[in-house]
């Protein structure tokens, strides 16, 4: 059966507008958690956020879609565009791709912005712009694709789950290649939500250390090209990566929470490994979920704990840099993967200062260059409802 490969990379955050930047910044620990100044909120001079410091008009003229757009829609267009541009899609390639992206946010910062006028029948046009598969249709049209048009969303999990769908859709030969992703733009409702769960950290994020607070929010954007591996070596554009393997799971342990062994966790990253036929002892870095929450981290200490049973496996959260970007941050952290794989690094666990008592972890807390091997990085993504998602990702070799 035909490899799922990478071709094509895009993201835009908090630490950085393209892959580029992503790169420079985790090199140089440069994270993008600052004090709340792009969305209007009562809670901005109390909370952090991973805002991408742009306006909506600068991202317009970055991405080049034009016409009335949601926040979501132009960092998902300006990530796409990048992806395009990296994987060599002209506009008949792109007539026969497919795109799958995801969200929890939608056009809800118009919604937001525009709910009284609404009530008095203005700016109704905005309304349209709310519901989850707008962005993607609207991607769609942009871009000139037509093969397949979905939109998931499945909590944090989302854009795993995208990457998911989009390598079945080739493996069954429905099309030859899928742009897969997920766009959330800041809002708050979220960020009224978080805090209302008594999660959201008024400081800097802490993942994994027994001392830490909550989570960070973050915007993003962030898209992968997925190809099988014979449509992209005879179109003879460079290979990234392969997407190895897989695995979503759900526990349904609780509506906002993981099971306290890490259940769900434990048999994502389990199936992955298993669908791979590949050991535990070969995995070389996992980018774990890590919000820096009491729950999420705790669970996903045991999950790893069970998993590698003592051996000395390299992992850390990137969300101190990004912050939790909700239904992008599969798509985030597989192009960290991805960057890791082909750079030769594993970014830092920012923050950390003491282990959780009990699980006895340590992430990578310092930058790691030159790393050898670093041929398997498994990615997880651990949403609400206990939807439970590992990627597997590895180096490309001919």
Do not use: W
């Amino acid at each position: 059966m035909s490899k799922i490969v990478i071709t094509g990379i895009g993201a835009i955050s908090a630490i950085g507008n393209s892959t580029e930047d992503f790169l420079s910044s985790l090199m140089e620990n440069r994270h993008g958690i600052k004090p709340i100044s792009i969305l209007r909120t009562a809670l901005a001079g109390k909370y952090l956020a991973g805002e991408v410091k742009l306006s909506n008009e600068a991202l317009q003229h970055m991405s080049g879609i034009s016409g009335m757009q949601s926040r979501t829609s132009l960092l998902a267009a300006v990530a796409v565009k990048e992806a395009i541009s990296i994987a060599q899609l002209d506009y008949a390639l792109l007539a026969q791709t497919g795109i799958i992206s995801s969200t929890t946010v939608g056009g809800m910062d118009n919604t937001e912005e525009f709910y009284y006028d609404f009530k008095e029948n203005k700016n109704i046009d905005f309304a349209k712009l709310h519901p989850s598969g707008q962005h993607t249709n609207q991607l769609a049209n942009y871009f000139g694709i037509d093969a397949y048009v979905s939109t998931v969303s499945t909590a944090c999990s989302s854009a795993s789950n995208a990457m998911i769908i989009g390598a079945r859709l080739i493996k069954s030969k429905q099309v030859d290649r899928v742009i897969v992703g997920g766009a959330d733009a800041l809002s708050k409702f979220t960020l009224n939500g978080f805090k209302s769960l008594m999660i959201l950290s008024d400081t800097h994020c802490k993942p994994f250390d027994n001392n830490r607070k909550g989570l960070n929010l973050g915007e993003a954007a962030a898209y992968v090209v997925l190809e099988s591996e014979e449509a992209a070596i005879k179109r003879g554009v460079k290979i990234l990566a392969n997407l190895e393997a897989y695995s979503n799971v759900n526990e349904a342990y609780h509506q906002t929470a993981s099971s306290p062994n890490g259940d769900g966790a434990f048999e994502a990253m389990t199936k992955s490994l298993a669908m791979a036929n590949l050991k535990v002892s070969e995995v070389d870095y996992i980018n774990a979920h890590g919000t820096g929450t009491d729950n999420n981290d705790s669970s996903e200490s045991m999950a790893i704990n069970r998993l590698f049973k003592g051996e000395d496996i390299k992992f850390s959260s990137t969300k101190a840099f990004t912050g939790h970007t909700l239904a992008a941050a599969g798509g985030v952290e597989a192009v960290i993967s991805i960057l890791c794989l082909n750079h030769g690094f594993i970014p830092a666990n920012l923050n950390f200062e003491n282990p959780i008592d009990g699980a006895e972890l340590t992430p990578i807390t310092e930058l790691q260059l030159d790393v050898k091997p670093l041929n398997y990085i498994l990615s997880n993504s651990f949403g609400f409802g206990g939807n439970n998602t590992t990627l597997l990702f590895s180096k490309y070799k001919i």
